[in-house]
């Protein structure tokens, strides 16, 4: 079982809190987190201790560009903590996926796969000498 201290969990909060205020600082509402930064840090970190977090309601607005969708957003501290648990959990998931699965990994973009890709197949096909076939 995982079990983690209150200081490591305010550290990882903060850190959170930088992720998701990356390319946000201009916005009202990552400013009005700010006014207050360790008190509201500390009282997330507070909640999620205690298990007693629970996440706000998404908002939604329809945006028209590149084509017409609709987009549901969460608030920022649910942000904060979408990243808290993505960071928890990404170690321990990465270590049980396969070498050929790219997507969301860090250092696993399309440009590793490519170059994988063509190592499997001069790999199979014993240089290029040899026909195979793929699926």
Same mark, same amino acid.
Request: aromatic share 14%; net charge neutral.
């Given at each position: 079982m995982y079990t983690i201290t209150k200081y490591r969990l305010r550290k990882d909060v903060d850190y959170a809190f930088r992720l998701a205020r990356k390319h946000k600082s201009n916005k009202l509402y990552? !400013? *009005? =987190? +700010? %006014?207050?930064?360790? !008190?509201?840090?500390? /009282?997330? #970190?507070?909640?999620?201790?205690?298990? %007693?977090? $629970?996440?706000?309601?998404?908002?939604? =607005?329809i945006i028209k560009e590149p084509k017409l969708r609709e987009i549901f957003a969460a608030k920022f501290i649910d942000r904060i903590v979408h990243h808290v648990y993505y960071n928890m959990v990404v170690k321990m998931f990465d270590s049980?996926? /396969?070498?050929? $699965?790219? $997507?969301? *990994?860090?250092? !696993?973009? #399309?440009?590793?796969?490519? *170059? *994988?890709l063509y190592k499997k197949v001069q790999?199979?096909? %014993?240089?290029?000498? !040899? +026909? /195979?076939?793929?699926?």
């Open positions: 990552v !400013k *009005r =987190f +700010e %006014e207050n930064l360790d !008190k509201n840090i500390d /009282i997330l #970190t507070e909640l999620l201790f205690n298990r %007693e977090y $629970s996440p706000s309601p998404s908002f939604c =607005f049980l996926l /396969i070498e050929d $699965s790219y $997507s969301c *990994r860090v250092g !696993k973009g #399309t440009h590793y796969g490519v *170059r *994988r790999q199979a096909s %014993e240089n290029y000498r !040899k +026909e /195979i076939y793929s699926l």
